[in-house]
């Protein structure tokens, strides 16, 4: 009805929606059906009577545009100029909350939807766990062809967009199993998407690298000079013992140092008290290898998961933020993923969370019963309280490791309102309209 009375004095309302989320036009492979004329409209030159985060929520704004660049934000004019109520260039929202586009910090695009297609049918998940996961994505790998992945990644990039994203850091997988598939859609995809989200690609070593396994570091070290590759990362703990994983660390460091590309570690992710956590080497590393007089101006260094981190108590996150020091660290919490862990029996610890679908699940011959610890970065408390980067993420929809869910980061942002019991407006200004997103990735 709102559409039909609007059309009626010459206002094409889901054009003018359009143009806000998308720019000139939808991306094609949204469909959205209007019985409006198909008329081009006017561009925008004001939306009226806006809220704005950060500011009086009793008071209204007017934003002014010229082409796509924001020209001023004033007080609303009230009551509304005459001229404003049937030009066709203005905007009247009534009310609506105005924030800044969001960001995917962290979110596996090679793998989203997997479970939505036919293609991988017979993959249905059985137990739910980390080694099934593995074993059924490396599965699917080994089917992917570059049409299926063109079309999951559009999905996955077109459910971002029709949520606000703008910029998202895309994982893409290469190994001596799938290849270079994913990055050849990934760059197909990134240019198709590049009038409305900047698709940052990480190309990502998710199996080892050493240890027998030089095809695949031979296959990420000719991949990581590709032209349109802004990112490079691992996944040091799936290495065999841990003096692999360091030299993981040291090799993805160098690789990303010497191309000039910002680093994504994805690290320490487990809950066992009794192992050292690798962050403290990759810090250490960084370091010796001069990050912040080698890497290139802006180049971000992301630690992901960390999820061994939710047991430390206040003296290590202190000694934390002091060995960091100026580097460009960034945590990404990511509470809808998790990790197969063995059963942990006791923590007192105040500071563990809840995470979802595969942490905390009962080891071998416990019957369900009793504490199941699960952890996830508390980010709120990591900003607020220690002055860290940090920001939380997507990771994976609809895949073996996070069937559940969407590309929507204002679902995730929800999720931590309970699970961070973060309900104070400035927990609000973190989880939703946060700048941490966007910096982590480099993209502000």
Not at 8 to 22: I, N, R
Not at 301 to 327: A, D, M, N, P, Q
Not at 424 to 430: C, F, K, L, P, S
Request: charged share 20%.
């Amino acid at each position: 009805m709102a559409a039909a009375f609007l059309a009626s004095h010459g206002v094409d309302l889901q054009a003018e929606m359009d143009k806000v989320q998308f720019g000139e036009k939808p991306p094609e492979s949204i469909c959205i059906p209007t019985a409006v004329s198909s008329e081009r409209p006017l561009p925008l030159s004001l939306i009226r009577s806006v809220r704005l985060p950060r500011h009086d929520p009793t008071t209204l704004w007017d934003i002014s545009l010229s082409g796509a660049r924001i020209t001023s934000i004033t007080p609303a004019a009230l009551p509304p100029p005459i001229n404003h109520l049937a030009d066709p260039t203005v905007l009247k929202v009534r009310e609506c909350f105005v924030a800044p586009s969001l960001c995917h910090p962290h979110i596996h695009i090679d793998k989203a939807f997997l479970l939505s297609s036919p293609l991988y049918a017979d993959l249905a998940i059985k137990t739910g766990t980390f080694d099934e996961a593995m074993s059924m994505t490396a599965a699917a790998k080994a089917r992917f062809t570059h049409e299926d992945l063109v079309q999951r990644m559009g999905w996955c990039v077109s459910e971002s967009v029709a949520a606000g994203v703008s910029c998202m850091r895309a994982f893409v997988e290469v190994d001596s199993g799938v290849g270079l598939q994913g990055v050849r859609a990934g760059l197909e995809v990134k240019e198709m998407w590049r009038s409305r989200c900047e698709v940052q690609l990480c190309v990502f070593a998710q199996e080892r690298v050493f240890g027998g396994d030089e095809a695949n570091r031979r296959l990420m070290e000719g991949t990581v000079i590709v032209e349109g590759v802004e990112a490079v990362g691992s996944a040091p703990y799936v290495e065999a013992n841990e003096e692999q994983m360091k030299q993981n660390v040291k090799w993805v460091v160098e690789m990303a140092l010497r191309e000039g590309k910002h680093l994504d570690l994805h690290l320490d992710y487990n809950l066992d008290e009794a192992r050292e956590p690798l962050v403290w080497f990759v810090v250490e590393t960084l370091k010796r290898k001069r990050w912040m007089q080698r890497a290139p101006p802006g180049r971000t260094v992301v630690l992901g998961h960390c999820t061994r981190l939710t047991l430390f108590g206040k003296e290590e996150w202190e000694r934390l933020r002091v060995e960091i020091g100026e580097l460009p660290v960034h945590f990404v919490g990511l509470p809808t993923s998790g990790i197969q862990l063995a059963l942990i029996e006791h923590y007192s610890r105040a500071d563990h969370l809840i995470d979802t679908f595969m942490m905390g699940r009962p080891g071998k011959g416990n019957d369900g019963w009793g504490q199941r610890v699960r952890g996830t970065l508390q980010i709120p408390r990591l900003i607020t309280e220690y002055g860290f980067n940090a920001a939380i993420g997507v990771n994976n929809v609809g895949n073996a490791f996070t069937p559940q869910g969407n590309c929507d980061p204002l679902s995730v942002a929800c999720l931590g309102v309970g699970l961070y019991q973060a309900g104070t407006m400035r927990d609000a200004e973190i989880l939703y309209v946060g700048r941490w997103f966007s910096a982590a990735v480099g993209a502000c």
